[in-house]
């Protein structure tokens, strides 16, 4: 078996009905798909049942999460390489057989990732560099307002780069990543920690470490409607968001890292509780008024950081 696609759904019934259609439809090297459904109950598991027989299907009695629910279908997975895909994108022509034929092609690369596209077929942004403190203050919404038109940005800066060459990257969003199933088997699956968010920049930072490559290709394209499975719940994800980088960052960097991006986020997120609060004063606006709810109840989050960091993430129903 050439490669084994992994999708974990949870609550995206006709995404996924659309993903696994594009996947037969589109993919032609020998491949099999298994899906992990998280306890969605929402006809999401008779779907696939009755519609795309064809796929392994884990049905899940509880939501395990991201991270493991991928962990779930690994024992079952046959392919030399494994590609993890979200349940609400669409395969774009070959791009798995191109994902493919590139690991095939660069035996010094571990992990490949392809061109993220928006529904309406807009760039979606979806490469990143490893946590460093000047890089966070180049992360925010005014940074890519003041230098947009900045040649030298759009050159050599993430945040602005338009996805348009192949090159060597620190991680990519997890929404496809193809990967070695021999790597996978010797560093272990993904980290169940990160309940969700965070896992893909862990294994990454893992793949790397043990001498691989993690590279992006333009070559082969995605559709991503990002976040339909957790927008309905958007303060509880924003906070495990935050979370999950804690994590990331207790695992991997040293103690001063950690305290010095606690500040810099504290230190944001009253900002905007300020900003969208003064805001909706004046405009009476309901989605000013739930963006302060919400950078409250991630304030109020922190105050409390270390012991929330110790407790189990809990799905939201």
Known sequence: MKVSIIIVNYRVPQLLNACLASIRNQVKVQYEVIVTDNASNDGSVEMIREKHPWVKLIASPVNTGFSAGNNLAMPFATGDYIFFLNPDTIVVKDSVDVLCQYLDSHPETGLVAPRLLNGDGSLQRSIRNFYSFSETLL?????????????????????????????????????????????????????????????????????????????????????????????????????????????????????YDFQLYRFRAVSIILAWFCFFKVKSWFSGNPDDQAESKKYKEVFTWHLNLKSNLKKPFIAPK
């Open 139 to 255: 992360d925010n919404r005014l940074f890519p307002f003041l230098f947009s038109g900045s040649a030298w940005f759009q050159k050599n800066s993430l945040t602005f780069w338009q996805h348009d060459s192949e090159r060597s990257v620190d991680w990519a969003k997890g929404a496809a990543l193809l990967v070695r199933k021999s790597i996978l088997d010797k560093i272990g699956y993904f980290d169940e920690q990160f309940w969700i968010y965070g896992e893909e920049m862990d294994l990454c930072y893992r793949i790397i470490k043990e001498g691989w490559k993690i590279d992006f290709t333009p070559a082969a394209e995605i559709i991503h409607f990002e976040k339909q499975s957790s927008r309905q719940h958007n303060s509880v994800m924003f906070i495990q968001n935050y979370k999950s980088f804690y994590l990331f960052l207790l695992k991997h960097y040293l103690g």
